[in-house]
């Protein structure tokens, strides 16, 4: 925080050197440009511009597209209208105006006309504004997003895209200084980092964490979108351990949230276990395994196995006995194939309890665990103190180095934690355990661990379109599935016609008073 300060005043003092005669010519004392905050309110009054772009100003990634316009719309109060004059403000970022305050007899224009001047002009200013109040609905309201993976099959499918609330558990101000407006981590086409960090911009300072309150807690089974905490991809083809994400940039994920601060978490043939207590999934969520399934000779077609089953993929002939592997089968497919007189057996493809797969967090040799068999781990809560010790150490030791900032180290079996040897831990945010539905098939805190709640974006709520792309022509649109609803009991329900009946009477309100304003 005192370093964001410190860059702030060195800002301020910049602005104020380069503009006080500025300030003097229209009417105001010199020492105005060097005081904070109301430095800007004089900006804005010099410039004609109301009082409230002050919150445009000092919102991250609004002020980025802000900004610019005040460089410009400052030159334009002293008679400097020409493109030139525009392509120079913006082009040397700002410094334009340095140029003028000190080179320039300048002539300030009092209540200086605002309107666009050309048809340029006004495209220009609406797209503007119109960028600047989609990236503010995009920050801090809904964003949308799009499902990449099956790891949450038949509740959420392949292609479908949703919109998802921010303002639920509340928004999160973004982290990262200067970056691009309404993308995440990459501009698309040219495929470019959407953001500058402290690495290319060594005078950067990393926004601190802040949230704006939210109206509900996340849920035990509720879906939620979160940026991956283990993010250190490039790209989603290539690693690279140097390469480093704010946490607002990070890859969002979509995954469920099986476990919630203070749960007692266990993962027992599959199923998630809660405080002793098996899980009890909402209606709408559909678990899947992976069973390998065996055929009779002579009997089995792959083709009508594939199109009579609920069945997210397969794979095989695994072996010589032509055994298949079945990702994604939910419990009433699996009643269907254990009747089929096509299969000699099915079985569930799982590791047994004890063997250590070394993908599974917390990868480390003194825990045998594996996706079937996984725990017990307690969840972290705010507030919540916990003991530490050598045995347990290797699953908190990221969250209190890393999501929490503290230095940590471990001498001759004691535990170091900012120079102060100690036994026990108080934790400083929440921790989730977020899990797929397609159990054999998903990336999720098995393999990672514990979200903070720093890294959750928001609450998934609606589905506003869903694309088959195994389809063809009109059937790639799955149309019971647009505008339905992610959470709630029962099967979705379509608001699609809703929505056309709204916007139809939206541009029939419209018509009629621009009819009546003629």
Known sequence: MSEIILILLILNFIHGIGTWKLYKISGNKPFYSFIPVYNVFVLLKIINRPWWWIFIIIMPVLNTIIIP??????????????????????????????????????????????????????????????????????????????????????????????????????????????????????????????????????????LPYTRLPGFQKIKRNEIVCFNWPVDTFKNMYYTDKYYYKPIDKKTNYVKRAVGIAGDTLEVINGYVYINGEKNQLPERARLQFSYLVQPKKNKFNQKVMINNYDITDRFGPINSDYTYKFMGISDASLEKLKKDTNVEWIKKD?????????????????????????????????????????????????????????????????????????????????????????????????????????????????????????????????????????????????????????????????????????
């Open 69 to 206: 316009v005040i460089w410009v719309e400052l030159s334009r109060s002293f008679k400097k209208n020409s493109y030139t004059d525009t392509f120079l403000s913006i082009c040397t970022f700002g410094f334009y105006n340095y140029y003028l305050n000190y080179f320039k007899n300048l002539e300030y224009v009092e209540d200086r006309d605002i309107d666009p001047k050309s048809s340029n002009g006004e495209w220009t200013s609406s797209i503007i504004f119109a960028v600047i109040a989609a990236t503010f609905v995009h920050t801090y309201f809904m964003q949308p997003y799009t499902i990449p993976t099956s790891s949450l099959e038949k509740s959420l499918l392949v292609g479908d895209f949703l919109f998802v609330s921010k303002f639920h558990y509340g928004a999160r101000v973004p982290m990262t200084t200067i970056a691009a407006p309404m993308v995440h981590d990459t501009i698309p086409i040219i495929k470019t980092r959407s953001y500058f960090n402290k690495k290319q911009l060594p005078f950067l300072a990393e």
């Open 350 to 518: 799982t590791l047994p309890k004890g063997v250590k797969d070394p993908s599974v967090f917390p990868q480390k040799p003194s825990y045998n665990w594996n996706n079937d068999f996984f725990g017990p781990v307690y969840i972290p809560k705010k507030g919540a103190t916990i003991e530490i010790n050598k045995n347990n150490i290797q699953i908190y030791e990221r969250l209190i180095k890393i999501y929490e900032n503290n230095d940590l180290y471990i001498q001759d079996d004691n535990i170091y934690i900012n120079g102060i040897k100690t036994n026990q831990y108080t934790f400083k945010q929440d921790y989730y355990w977020l899990m797929g539905d397609n159990r054999s098939n998903s990336q999720d805190s098995r393999s990672w661990g514990f979200v903070p709640f720093d890294h959750v974006v928001g609450k998934p709520v609606f589905k506003w379109l869903s694309i088959d792309y195994n389809a063809k022509g009109f059937n790639k649109i799955r149309w019971n599935r647009m505008f339905t609803t992610v959470h709630g009991d029962g099967q979705p329900t379509s608001y699609f016609i809703h929505f056309i009946v709204i916007i139809l009477l939206w541009n029939i309100i419209s018509y009629f008073r621009r009819k009546k304003l003629q």
